[in-house]
């Protein structure tokens, strides 16, 4: 059997290593590495913590969740002899949509005057399944890591990431497998939507789990985890 490639794993939008930890005891990855987006405060600052976990001459395998999958696109974009696969979840690489930016600026606005706690239910009912709003495995981790990071991670992170400029033509040029994770009742990264990329990204795979929401990873652990153990070759 070949060597297997380190995996970089990148974070969505206020969440920490937790986001992943059910997926790691599901898959046996010899060299995992961690980026921990949580602590970047600007976009420079996630692409550099990024690149300082790929050597020169190695190749690694990106996965990236949500704002994760974004940071994750454009690293491989700037690193293109260093990729080995991209696996993207929850991510649409189009960009924000009109209605998403509006949401954005109206959340911003209210971390900036201390008007919004981001552990609130309805906030988490955008990303989470209906079914497992009351699941601590799912809704508990979402709002221990609300909790945690806090009101100025979220608002670093929602303004590091606003505008957020479209991937598809640099994913288009990877040379690299590239993989799509979307859940079906995904309100964040809509799945049909990015369905539809298939036209301009020939090249990549597509995967759509149903009964689940945007926190996919944590709802359909072992879907998710099949999905990229064959991506990586695990």
Same mark, same amino acid.
């Given at each position: 059997?070949?060597? $297997?490639?380190?995996?970089?794993?990148?974070?969505?939008?206020?969440?920490?290593?937790?986001?992943?930890?059910?997926?790691?005891?599901?898959? =046996?990855?010899?060299?995992?590495?961690? #980026?921990?987006?949580?602590?970047?405060?600007?976009?420079?600052?996630?692409?550099?913590?990024?690149?300082?976990?790929?050597?020169?001459?190695? +190749?690694?395998?990106?996965?990236?969740?949500?704002?994760?999958?974004?940071?994750?696109?454009?690293?491989? $974009?700037?690193?293109?002899?260093?990729?080995?696969?991209?696996?993207?979840?929850?991510?649409?690489?189009? /960009?924000?949509?009109?209605?998403?930016?509006? +949401?954005?600026?109206?959340?911003?606005?209210?971390?900036?005057?201390?008007?919004?706690?981001?552990? =609130?239910?309805?906030?988490?009912?955008?990303?989470?399944?209906?079914?497992?709003?009351?699941?601590? =495995?799912?809704?508990?981790?979402?709002?221990?890591?609300?909790?945690?990071? /806090?009101?100025?991670?979220?608002?670093?992170?929602?303004?590091?990431?606003?505008?957020?400029?479209?991937?598809? +033509?640099?994913?288009?040029?990877? =040379?690299?497998?590239?993989?799509?994770?979307?859940? $079906?009742?995904?309100?964040?990264?809509?799945?049909?939507?990015?369905?539809?990329?298939?036209?301009?990204?020939?090249?990549?795979?597509?995967?759509?789990?149903?009964?689940?929401?945007?926190?996919? #990873?944590?709802?359909?652990?072992?879907?998710?985890?099949?999905?990229?153990?064959?991506?990586?070759?695990?």
């Amino acid at each position: 059997m070949s060597v $297997q490639h380190p995996v970089l794993f990148f974070p969505g939008t206020l969440c920490d290593e937790r986001v992943f930890l059910p997926l790691w005891r599901e898959l =046996n990855i010899a060299q995992r590495r961690y #980026v921990p987006l949580q602590w970047a405060a600007s976009l420079e600052e996630m692409l550099a913590l990024s690149e300082d976990r790929i050597l020169d001459n190695e +190749k690694v395998h990106l996965v990236g969740y949500s704002m994760g999958g974004f940071i994750a696109a454009l690293v491989a $974009q700037r690193n293109p002899a260093n990729i080995a696969s991209i696996t993207l979840i929850g991510y649409n690489p189009e /960009g924000l949509s009109k209605e998403e930016i509006a +949401k954005r600026k109206q959340l911003t606005t209210m971390l900036k005057q201390g008007n919004f706690k981001p552990d =609130n239910d309805a906030y988490l009912s955008r990303f989470i399944h209906p079914s497992r709003l009351a699941d601590e =495995n799912v809704a508990g981790v979402v709002k221990s890591m609300a909790q945690d990071l /806090g009101k100025t991670t979220l608002l670093n992170h929602t303004l590091a990431t606003t505008p957020r400029e479209s991937t598809v +033509k640099a994913l288009a040029k990877i =040379n690299a497998p590239v993989t799509f994770i979307t859940a $079906q009742q995904d309100a964040i990264a809509p799945a049909e939507t990015i369905k539809q990329l298939k036209n301009v990204l020939p090249k990549a795979t597509f995967h759509t789990i149903s009964d689940a929401g945007h926190m996919v #990873v944590l709802e359909k652990t072992d879907a998710v985890a099949s999905i990229i153990a064959k991506q990586i070759g695990v």
